[in-house]
């Protein structure tokens, strides 16, 4: 099997470069920042921060590292940053960062709701998710009913029992048989 090692090739990059993604539910209260802030003090960074490389706007958006990246840029004053770079499409990226934060931090739990909608939008399956999130099948569900459950189960394919059903109502047809 064979595994990418990103971390082998960590690259300085300039902080204003770097730009938060727009997705990321991960959350992180002001004294554990300070802890963070106070680690990276003391140890360095530890841990790049991982990035992917948009080259059409030439900048660096964060995949995993948010919090690092803050300690830096607004509390440290930083001009570079230790990052690794990943080459994966949006929906892979959002997978990415979930699976970083889910063992660490905690999720909002209206942003991840968004964060299942919008890959079901991209065509992923419940079992997509449930894999590449580490979730379980009902946590996917709840998520799924907290955005909305129109948008999120459109691409569900549900029994015609209902249908079936509306259309004996409409035609005065008795639906059961005790009637």
């Known amino acids: 099997m064979t595994i990418d090692m990103p971390i082998l090739n960590v690259q300085m990059i300039p902080i204003n470069k770097i730009h938060a993604n727009d997705y990321n539910p991960n ?15 003391e140890d360095g960074y530890t841990q790049p921060i991982v990035t992917f490389y948009d080259k059409e706007q030439d900048m660096y958006e964060i995949v995993d590292g948010f919090h690092r990246y803050s300690v830096g840029k607004d509390m440290l004053n930083l001009s570079e940053l230790p990052c690794t770079v990943i080459d ?29 909608v919008d890959l079901t939008e991209k065509g992923w399956s419940d079992a997509d998710i449930c894999q590449h999130l ?12 907290v955005s909305g459950l129109k948008a999120a189960f459109a691409n569900h394919e549900f029994s015609k029992s209902w249908t079936e059903y509306k259309d004996k109502l409409q035609e005065g047809t008795p639906t059961n048989e005790n009637n």
């Not at 959350?27 to 003090?41: D, G, Q, R, T, Y």
């Not at 994966?88 to 905690?106: E, V, Y």
């Open 134 to 145: 580490g979730m379980e099948l009902d946590e996917v569900i709840r998520l799924k009913q």
């Open 27 to 41: 959350k992180v209260a002001s004294p554990e920042m300070k802890l963070l802030k106070h680690s990276i003090k």
């Open 88 to 116: 994966k499409p949006l929906s892979h990226r959002m997978a990415s960062t979930i699976r970083h934060n889910r063992a660490r931090g905690t999720h909002q739990i209206t942003n991840m709701s968004e964060i299942v």
